[in-house]
Nanobody, 114 residues
Framework: QVRLVEFGGGLVQPGASLRLSCVAS????????MAWYRQGPGKQRELVAS???????SYIDAVKGRFAISRDNPKNMVHLQLNNLKSEDTAVYYC????????WGQGTHVTVSS
């Protein structure tokens, strides 16, 4: 049974950093392209960053230079480093396979507010 558990979110001030983590079970993350998505208040879920099985990364323009996606294959985990956070980054963040999504986890809340 596939399960995705995200954690690491919190309430931070603008300019702060957070490191989000996702641990997967029921499948091997290392053989798939993985991604982080987010859903802000009143918005649709959007792709934020992706990483191929080979380690190539891609980001939406809004987070380029501030966020960094990485993977830890032995631990079946995917991380997202969030730096220089802005209020518009406030959202629930989810990880999943990139493209062919499994059932979504509960996500982790990131709130950026002064």
């Amino acid at each position: 049974q596939v399960r995705l558990v995200e954690f690491g979110g919190g309430l931070v001030q603008p300019g702060a950093s957070l490191r989000l983590s996702c641990v997967a079970s029921g499948f091997t993350t290392g053989i798939y392209d993985m991604a982080w998505y987010r859903q802000g208040p009143g918005k649709q879920r959007e792709l934020v960053a992706s990483i191929t099985s080979g380690g190539s990364t891609s980001y939406i323009d809004a987070v380029k230079g501030r966020f960094a996606i990485s993977r830890d294959n032995p631990k079946n985990m995917v991380h997202l480093q969030l730096n220089n956070l802005k209020s518009e980054d406030t959202a629930v963040y989810y990880c999943n396979r990139h493209g062919t999504n499994y059932a979504w986890g509960q996500g982790t809340h990131v709130t950026v507010s002064s």
